[in-house]
């Protein structure tokens, strides 16, 4: 029974040797509570209880060692991510730096080598100024002045094209416009009639440009130069200012004067034929044979050219002593009261104005083989400051260079009748100036 008892899990009084199967109510109860906790109790020490708890604390440790495992897995994916993330970073900061240092040093590089073009080139600067001390600067070319005083038709552009070629020919240098510096020697810059030389407001301005373009051309020139026509206006307060400046500027004035009788038949040729070439080309015998077949008469002689030939000046006498009073007279009072430097030269000194000159019937040529031309020549030139010739066949071929003159072998030839000339200067003070 108490075995039973025991096996079923029925607790066993000692008070009660015959146990009561039906116990009190409140005793029963009591039973009922301490039976359970017995079972409890009892059921906790159990080997098959034990061995369940054992199982299920075990398989929950291994969740727990799993889920932590997992965990730890996670975490250590997450910080081989952040690892492979922190290198890539690091990788694309590392290869800027890189590219930073290379462009750094490809500055530093290309910083050197102009650093060392530059003082190459400052090297090359110090030794080129070394050795422009170590050599003498070459002395400034002094460009000397020079004016061609003439009327027109008395061979002045001849001379003055002839002295430009000796200019160009003592200069150390040569521009390619030789051609060009030679017209701009013999131009007439103040004007070629009355008119033109009253419109100049300003002569010594129009001086000064003149020379100081002559001198561009041709920089090594040592003589510039220019034609001035000995008009009216020359001796008025305006072109007096430019005498001034001619006499402060040590210009040299080479006064060039002609046989007027020959000036007189020239002008009324071109006069009274507009068309006719002062100079022709020495191929273009259409020209030459229209010039030298163009005559003039004795009232054809007779005209008068300026405001300042009197009313009763009619004759042709009386018209030679006026172009002598202002042309020679007043004009070399007025050279001498300024002070300027002048040469007079006159043409008949320098050229053959006989048919002796040249077969064809005309000239341009100099004096050929002349002593006293040459030493003419070489005075002009000695002058205006150029070296003299030793050869007088240079300055032949020099004048020879220019176009041909259209002047007639003789002054007979070009008039209509010479002995009606002849007869209205006989008796006078120009009676020798026909010369045929």
Same mark, same amino acid.
């Given at each position: 029974? @108490? ?6 899990? &029925? ?25 359970? $906790?017995?079972? *409890? ?13 054992? &199982? =299920? ?27 492979? *993330? ?19 040093? #490809? ?17 090359? &600067? ?31 552009? &001849? ?44 002569? @010594?301005?129009?001086?000064? $440009? ?13 003589? %510039? ?18 005498? !001034? ?14 046989? %007027?009788?020959?000036?007189? /038949? ?5 006069? #009274? #034929? ?13 020209? /030459?044979?229209?010039?030298? #077949? ?6 054809? =002689? ?31 009072? =007025?050279?001498?009261?300024?002070? /300027? ?7 008949? !000194? ?15 040529? =100099? ?70």
């Amino acid at each position: 029974m @108490v075995l039973g008892a025991l096996v079923l899990g &029925v607790p066993h009084f000692e008070g009660s040797t015959t146990p009561s199967l039906a116990p009190k109510t409140s005793e029963a109860s009591a039973q009922q509570q301490q039976q359970q $906790q017995q079972q *409890q109790a009892d059921a906790g020490h159990h080997p098959l209880k034990r061995m369940q708890k054992r &199982v =299920l604390a075990h398989e929950q440790k291994m969740k727990l060692e799993k889920a932590q495992g997992r965990m730890r897995k996670l975490e250590k994916a997450r910080e081989k991510n952040a690892v492979k *993330q922190g290198e890539g970073e690091d990788k694309k900061e590392l290869k800027k730096k890189v590219k930073a240092k290379k462009r750094m040093k #490809n500055a530093r590089a290309r910083e050197h080598d102009a650093a060392r073009v530059h003082d190459a080139g400052q090297e090359e &600067v110090r030794q080129h100024r070394h050795a422009l001390e170590d050599v003498e600067p070459p002395a400034p070319v002094e460009h000397r002045k020079m004016i061609m005083l003439s009327r027109g038709r008395a061979g002045s552009s &001849v001379v003055a094209q002839t002295i430009a070629t000796f200019a160009l020919a003592d200069a150390d240098t040569v521009a390619s416009e030789e051609k060009g510096f030679y017209w701009d020697f013999e131009k007439e810059i103040f004007g070629q009639n009355y008119q033109e030389m009253e419109w100049q407001s300003d002569p @010594v301005q129009t001086m000064v $440009q003149h020379y100081q373009m002559l001198a561009a051309k041709e920089p090594a020139a040592p003589l %510039l130069g220019f034609k001035w026509k000995p008009l009216e206006p020359t001796f008025n307060a305006v072109y007096g200012k430019a005498w !001034d400046w001619v006499k402060a500027n040590n210009v040299s004035v080479v006064w060039m004067t002609r046989n %007027l009788l020959d000036v007189r /038949i020239s002008v009324a040729k071109h006069n #009274n #034929n507009p068309v006719l070439d002062s100079r022709c080309s020495p191929n273009d015998a259409k020209c /030459i044979a229209k010039t030298l #077949n163009t005559k003039v008469t004795l009232q054809q =002689l007779s005209y008068k050219d300026g405001p300042f030939y009197p009313k009763n000046a009619t004759t042709l006498p009386e018209l030679l002593a006026v172009d002598q009073q202002f042309y020679e007279t007043d004009l070399k009072g =007025l050279l001498k009261e300024k002070q /300027i430097s002048y040469r007079q030269v006159k043409f008949e !000194d320098l050229f053959d104005a006989s048919d002796r000159a040249d077969k064809r019937g005309f000239y341009i040529k =100099l004096k050929h083989n002349s002593v006293e031309a040459h030493k003419a020549w070489n005075s002009v030139f000695h002058f205006v400051g150029l070296p003299s010739t030793e050869s007088y066949a240079e300055i032949i071929e020099a004048a020879d260079a220019q176009m041909v003159s259209t002047t007639a072998p003789t002054q007979c030839d070009s008039l209509v009748n010479p002995d009606a000339v002849r007869e209205a200067l006989k008796g006078s003070e120009f009676e020798k100036l026909l010369e045929c």
